[in-house]
């Protein structure tokens, strides 16, 4: 918000092909071309697994919410 007061745009920092073409170069050179596809193939597996993890623990945060909530006959009840 300041930047924007200060008439500045805040800049996303999404690298472009220009910062991308070296670091692919690099991992063509370290890894080679026949293993590119099974690093790529062990990559989306590993995105796989921690979405699910993910969503397991949000399921059980969910849940645990959920039972603490309390019941809405018990608001209703005049307290002594």
């Known amino acids: 918000m300041l930047f924007t007061l ?3 745009k805040p800049v996303l920092l999404i690298p472009g092909f220009g910062e991308l073409w070296p670091i692919l170069l690099i991992v063509l050179l370290l890894f080679g071309a026949r293993k590119l596809p099974e690093l790529a ?3 989306g597996k590993s ?3 921690f979405r699910k993890g993910l969503k397991e623990a949000q399921d059980e945060v969910e849940d645990v919410t959920r039972l ?3 019941d809405a006959d018990s608001k209703s009840e005049p307290k002594e």
């Open 6 to 8: 200060l008439g500045f």
């Open 41 to 43: 193939g062990s990559m």
């Open 47 to 49: 995105i796989t697994s």
């Open 68 to 70: 603490e909530e309390p």
